[in-house]
């Protein structure tokens, strides 16, 4: 083929195109022959041509002796060829080496925008990065992150995001985009630490996060129950200036508002008004329900107005909070009307709402409003609760409506319905209240079927009939757990055995004290000295063995000292003052004291009665000895002596003044000494019996309100006349039984009490010591 003279004249032309390096030769301008085809395969021209394209360096191709540049299209599908058929690796890096062009990051960016894997895409980005030319692209990493998020490779997402933050570090750049996309993957996958790390990474780099990022990430941490973490980056999202959107508002505003911060809510409520943002339903009825359960009841229900004033229909949810936030606040009135414009607006109350009406209503007392709502519930299909029953029953069980609390236990149980030991409880009470004593042990055997214990629930139906003083149905009651099997406590029998003591049931009285024994109870002193107080209040012979025989039936070591006490000194072996002291040596005072005090009245009492008064005295004088009456007489020298019976029964204040003015005397006779006056401190109760015994000896001393004085001069002559030292040293003259008599009369409550005397009748005859 001949050469083509213009060509070759034209040489110096197309050199200039070329990179302009020098030949291996060192002429840097010829290489070897070159054919030039056309598309055909025919030779256009051959002969010494230019230098062949550099890769990699020269941004053109030769077509012929034409320089020709290469287009970006070209590139790309080059680009992409290489990288689908190498995807990865040394290799793909050595063919992207060796490209016939210069790449530039139009055309990584339109070749990434053709690749769908993801390795391959990383691969060539990461190529790229090492190029010279190379400069970061947000859109190359926003195209990256979406397809690691389509293949959910979260830790590549991690990874390539520390990538990006270093490129843009190095490169001075600070207007990447692409962040944001990674951190609302990574919320949105609910990978919480990751998403939050790399949250904090783009603030520490000094980025600007934007709403739909801050959204995102709030929305995770309230999805995963941390919303105080919510409300820090909402903090972090004011503190950085950025604008709230619609979606912002939508989600904080029932966050806060579910979290009790109410206020923060409000405003952020107020401030979306102002923006001119339609807040939607969703935030009215977030705001309604929190608002009404903090008993924010006023702002509660102007909201609910609100909402229909902006035209929204308020849900059934709105509606079930505000009835459950005024019902449960005791607002039932503005809670029913609520109901009512609830069912006005079409819905159909919910088994929750029809049992909190009723049930609020029975707590409350308004029992006919929460039957009609039953009545309703139950045509609406539902089934009552247990809980609502039990409401029901038991208010009319309170308010003591015997047969509508039947009806609601029968209509009940009827339903296969499980009442609670409450409902047990109070109908069961109602029962024993209204004396129904066969129905309610009907009730108690169905509350056994029910596989409760009723040991307890019959033991205070137990106590009911005792409370209310009926004994005869407590018997009753008893024998019905008795033939039942059914327990009752040594306290409840106690507790019947002296109410049948008081009503003077003693031959009933005896097998529970009896059962009281054998139960390995301890019968105390307390318990022995009211036994024996009813004796002494006794005034009829049967009545009084009886009782005898419940003292013997205490088996109480106090019983033995009583026996002992009655018998002559041959039997006791020992003399009277002897055998008390040894008796009250054996009580422990620190736990008895009260009870040995209450104990040492009575028996006075009785001693005094049983016309037994030197064993009276011998009483008297070892229970003062055991400081029993510390404070009764007091010696103040020669100034005032003076003995105070206030705190004493009849018996032992007869006693204790007769054994003490014996005692004043020998101190006064014998030793001389006489105070300046003497005082018996009575009291209004005593005062009149112990007026009465010493006027039989003309005593000196005169009556005030509440004492008896006589100077000391006068009571020592008194003390000198023969018929004073019999009186002192001796007994009581018989006019004491017509005294303690006037006293039963004038004061019959007295305690502890005294029986009106009819002729004693001493346990053994005589009064031997």
């Keep these: 083929m001949s050469k083509n003279p213009s060509y070759e004249r034209n040489i110096s032309l197309f050199r200039s195109y070329c990179s302009g390096e020098k030949s291996d030769d060192g002429s840097g301008e010829w290489t070897d022959e070159i054919e030039y085809l056309d598309e055909s395969g025919s030779i256009i021209y051959s002969g010494k041509g230019l230098r062949s394209v550099e890769p990699g360096v020269d941004d053109h191709v030769m077509v012929g002796e034409l320089k020709k540049p290469f287009l ?67 859109e190359c990493y ?4 979406d397809r690691l998020n389509r293949d959910r490779d979260f830790n590549g997402i991690q990874s390539l995001f520390d990538e990006m933050i270093q490129d843009s570090s190095n490169n001075g750049v600070s207007s990447f985009s692409a962040y944001n996309r990674v951190i609302q993957y990574l919320a949105k996958a609910e990978k919480l630490e990751v998403s939050f790390c790399c949250f904090k990474k783009a603030q520490e780099s000094g980025y600007k996060v934007d709403t739909q990022t801050y959204n995102a ?28 959107d619609e979606s912002t508002y939508e989600l904080m505003i029932p966050s806060l508002a579910k979290s009790g911060r109410l206020d923060a809510a ?29 008993g924010r009841l006023d702002a509660s229900i102007k909201i609910y107005m609100e909402a229909q004033g902006c035209g929204l229909r308020p849900s059934a949810t709105m509606y079930v909070s505000l009835i459950e936030s005024f019902a449960k606040a005791g607002k ?36 006919e409003i929460a039957m009609s709502t039953f009545k309703d519930m139950e045509k609406a299909g539902f089934l009552p609760t247990p809980s609502t029953y039990s409401s029901l029953l038991e208010m009319h069980a309170a308010s003591g409506q015997v047969d509508s609390a039947m009806r609601l236990y029968n209509s009940m149980t009827n339903a296969g319905l499980r009442p609670g030991l409450s409902t047990y409880t109070a109908l069961l009470t109602l029962l024993a209240n209204k004396k129904l ?37 407590a018997l009753k009651w008893l024998r019905f757990m008795g033939s039942s099997g059914i327990r009752t406590n040594n306290f409840i029998i106690r507790q019947l055995f002296e109410s049948c003591m008081k009503n003077g049931l003693f031959e009933s009285a005896k097998p529970l004290l009896e059962t009281y024994v054998n139960s390995a109870a301890k019968v105390d ?57 040894e008796f009250f040596q054996g009580i422990d005072y620190e736990l008895e004291e009260g009870a040995a005090r209450y104990f040492v009245n009575v028996l006075l009492n009785y001693l005094v009665l049983m016309g037994q008064i030197n064993r009276a005295r011998c009483v008297w004088k070892v229970a003062y000895e055991n400081k029993l009456f510390p404070k009764a007489i007091v010696f103040d020298q020669q100034i005032a002596w003076s003995l105070d019976v206030r705190n004493l029964s009849v018996g032992a204040a007869l006693v204790a003044v007769v054994h003490t003015l014996h005692r004043f005397r020998k101190r006064m006779l014998y030793y001389g000494v006489v105070p300046r006056r003497i005082k018996l401190v009575t009291g209004p109760t005593l005062k009149i019996v112990v007026a009465q015994m010493l006027s039989s000896v003309e005593s000196p001393f005169e009556v005030s309100k509440v004492v008896l004085r006589a100077p000391g001069d006068s009571v020592m002559e008194w003390f000198k006349k ?48």
Excluded at 99 to 123: C, G, R, W
Excluded at 444 to 465: H, N, P, Q, W
């Design 722 to 769: 023969p018929i004073v030292q019999q009186f002192l040293l001796n007994e009581m003259p018989s006019r004491a039984d017509i005294l303690m008599h006037k006293l039963n009369i004038l004061f019959p409550s007295s305690a502890p009490e005294v029986r009106s005397l009819s002729p004693p009748k001493p346990l053994m005859s005589g009064k031997g010591l």
């Design 525 to 581: 002193l307390i318990l022995y000295t009211s036994i024996l107080a009813h004796l002494v209040r006794c005034q009829d012979e049967q009545n009084e063995r009886h009782l005898m025989s419940i003292l013997s039936a205490t088996k109480h070591k106090a019983h033995g000292f009583m026996c002992g006490l009655f018998t002559g000194p041959e039997q006791r072996k020992q003399p009277v003052l002897s055998f008390v002291r």
């Design 266 to 294: 409000s405003k952020l409520f107020q401030e979306m008004k102002e923006r001119k943002l339609r807040p939607s339903l969703s935030v009215f009825a977030s705001l309604v329900d929190s608002m009404g359960k903090a």
């Design 217 to 244: 990430l709030m929305t995770l941490f309230l999805h995963k129950g941390l919303p105080f973490k919510a409300f820090e980056i909402y903090g972090s999202m004011e503190v950085a200036g950025c604008l709230l």
């Design 142 to 145: 926003i195209m990256l992150f």
């Design 437 to 473: 004593v066969d129905v309610a042990a009907k009730v108690l055997l169905e509350m056994k079927s029910m596989g409760f214990s009723i040991d307890v629930s019959a033991s205070d139906v137990l106590m009911v009939y005792i409370k209310d003083g009926s004994v005869d149905l």
């Design 72 to 138: 970006n299209a070209s590139a790309v599908a080059k680009i992409v060829e290489v990288v689908k058929r190498w995807k990865w690796g040394p290799e793909l890096e050595t063919q992207l080496d060796k490209l016939q062009f210069l790449p530039n990051m139009t055309h990584i960016t339109q070749a990434l925008k053709v690749i769908n894997e993801s390795d391959a895409s990383l691969s060539l980005l990461r190529w790229a990065k090492r190029q010279s030319w190379y400069s970061p692209s947000d």
């Design 332 to 367: 039932l009135d503005s809670a029913l009307r609520l109901w009512d414009d609830m069912k006005k607006a079409g819905y159909r109350p919910n088994f929750g709402l029809y049992t909190l009406i009723i049930e609020s209503h029975a707590k409350s007392g308004k029992l």
